[in-house]
């Protein structure tokens, strides 16, 4: 395997002949993501919550390499019975997936709920990637080297998983839901790989950290939010004009996760520079708190409960029909 610390995106291979689906892939990193892939040859399914936007995206792609194969679907990851639908017309359309790169995600806001009542955070950027990973799975198990990316952030490193009160209903705080939802993402990827390799499944499971980027993640949404973005929004966002890199370059570290020649699963990928800000990306070491097995199956098992998705080949509990409290706030998902 080539030295990650000189790897590029001239580095990918051909592609042609696998299918990916990228989600959040109308902006940002996703859809930088995405256009990098389709260049070189794989068939791309960009999973957007706005049809338009995800219309616009496919274009976008289109104009710059007209050979692009790529399609857009709607997905909203804050309600499963989207994440359902677009599960069940991507396994209709595609005899299989080779790389499904968990990408979306939201930050910031007042305490919301999901369609489905779960803390706006947690059940976008984690609950909605476990069901929509487990839906897409029969797909992946028949295409041998799949892998699943899923996207996490240094700020997992100052995540609390609260078992207690996952949906941020004691106390809330949009860094600490962020930073909980990102540690779920890093041991959701450690703890899919541990369980592939136990069941013998063909598929690799990887964590990339695209370091700091400039994105549109921490937009003031006052349609949605009700109100002007808060102090420690404002701060994080200047963090990100001010530090943070482009998305052409913040993909770096999920490309290669997804297109690496010899990585095996279980490896956590994020920039070699000083702290993961950026640079080449390179395996890293995890937050020591994401590498507590017992947390991560008591995690896993959680989560299943309440997605009611179960796992194909792995060893998890029977799904179940996720319970929606009543009287709760619904948000749009990513």
Not at 82 to 96: E, I
Not at 156 to 165: H, L, P, S, T, V
């Amino acid at each position: 395997m080539r030295d990650s610390r000189t790897w590029s995106k001239d580095d990918i291979g051909d592609l042609r002949g696998q299918t990916v689906v990228v989600t959040g892939a109308s902006t940002g990193i996703g859809l930088e993501t995405a256009r990098c892939l389709a260049v070189h040859g794989a068939r791309v399914v960009l999973a957007c919550r706005d049809p338009d936007r995800g219309q616009g995206a496919a274009r976008q792609i289109t104009a710059v390499y007209r050979r692009a194969d790529v399609c857009a679907e709607v997905l909203d990851l804050a309600d499963l019975a989207s994440v359902h639908r677009f599960a069940d017309r991507v396994l209709q359309r595609h005899a299989g997936i080779d790389i499904l790169v968990n990408n979306a995600g939201i930050a910031g806001g007042p305490h919301r709920r999901t369609a489905d009542g779960f803390e706006a955070h947690f059940g976008t950027n984690h609950l909605g990637h476990f069901a929509l990973t487990g839906l897409l799975l029969p797909a992946m198990r028949t295409r041998p080297g799949a892998r699943v990316v899923t996207l996490t952030s240094s700020v997992a490193a100052q995540g609390r998983i609260d078992f207690a009160d996952l949906n941020s209903e004691r106390q809330y705080r949009f860094v600490a839901a962020y930073a909980r939802s990102k540690l779920a993402n890093l041991m959701f990827a450690i703890e899919l790989d541990r369980r592939a390799k136990e069941a013998a499944l063909p598929l690799a499971s990887i964590a990339a950290n695209p370091g700091i980027v400039k994105t549109g993640l921490l937009r003031s949404k006052r349609d949605r939010w009700g109100r002007r973005s808060r102090p420690a929004e404002m701060a994080v966002a200047a963090i990100q004009r001010l530090f943070g890199q482009p998305p052409g370059d913040g993909c770096l570290a999920p490309l290669y996760a997804a297109t690496a020649p010899g990585l095996r699963g279980g490896e956590y990928i994020a920039p070699g520079g000083q702290g993961h800000k950026r640079g080449a990306p390179a395996p890293a070491r995890p937050p020591l708190r994401a590498l507590d097995p017992g947390a991560a199956r008591r995690l896993w098992e959680i989560s299943a409960d309440l997605t009611g998705v179960s796992y194909p080949g792995s060893r998890s509990t029977p799904p179940i029909t996720a319970a929606a409290p009543g009287d709760v706030d619904v948000i749009p998902g990513t």
